[in-house]
């Protein structure tokens, strides 16, 4: 059995969801102990046993220990995969990050599965599914996977109700490495107002667009803008995705950001830009957000490298994982002000 020391680094939640991937993929038994030992409220949190409890029903096998409060859980998952899953995460634990669980894990896996997921999907502390389908899915598709997000519900904090469904296939993932910034072919803001007066959409829109055009960029810039009523969202909500498209891999990168009440919409419009510019103005290859969520795929796909700009705890808490449960190892290089990551 794989022991996995959940205070480690950060010692977050993220440390779990990467240990229920890799074990995913490979079958392998793995216990997580320490459980978020560094946090005010330790141990698992209902946001962490949606994701166990959907990889269970994914890929069948035992969660051993799985309960609110919990430091230490076991999980061994089948080698079985369902066709097809629908799960509800409840209120609005997000569907975003218990995707980053388990489309690495299928891809290992050269299977397929349909997943309706029911919860958060614009959400605080994790990626938007603008994101997603932008940053994560064409990273993701880069490497072999064959990803699609279909938004049916926009799903806010507290009620989340929000529904996605995903699709996602791949026959096996291709060795590569993505160390070249290329150039910006085209950037892309995607605004989001639910149920809330347009002029709030017109203001973060208008200060991204300041913000981009001051770096020279306005004549590539593509507006994208979505008003889901009653019908397309559950409650008031707000978001807003600033990408790039790097030329050389055609992977969109960027930032996004999250409205709040008490948030001005320009506050909201420089958060994403300012996401973006981090990105732009480094030379790496992918975003900081992208910088862990590729780990799984590189290591699966047997070794490679990219660059990013800023080695963050959640790249060190993917690569510790990544090791422990596969055995690979892994360099980091400071290259000027970006950081190239190599595993092996």
Known sequence: MIRIDGSYGEGGGQILRYAACFAAATSEKVEVYNIRAKRPNPGLRPQHLAVLNIMQRVFGGQVIN???GSTRVIFEFGS???DKVAYNV?????VTLILQ???PAIA???ARLDIRLIGGTDV???PTTDYMNYAYRTLAQKFGVDLSLKVVRRGYYPKGGGIIDVHIETHGLRSLSIVKKGKVDK?????VVSNLPRHISTRQINKAKEIISEAGLENLIEVEEELPGPSGAMGPGVSLLVVGRNSEYKIFSGGDSIGEKGKPAEEVGREAADRFLEWYNSGAAIDIFQSDMIIPYIAFAGGG???APRYTAHMESALYVMKEVLGLNYEVTKLNDIYNIKIF
């Open 66 to 68: 799985a309960k609110v």
């Open 305 to 307: 490298e990219y660059t």
């Open 90 to 94: 409840g209120t609005a634990g997000s």
């Open 80 to 82: 079985s995969i369902a």
């Open 124 to 126: 605080k502390w994790s």
């Open 108 to 110: 290992a896996r050269k």
């Open 101 to 103: 669980s388990i489309v």
């Open 187 to 191: 950037v892309v803001i995607r605004s």
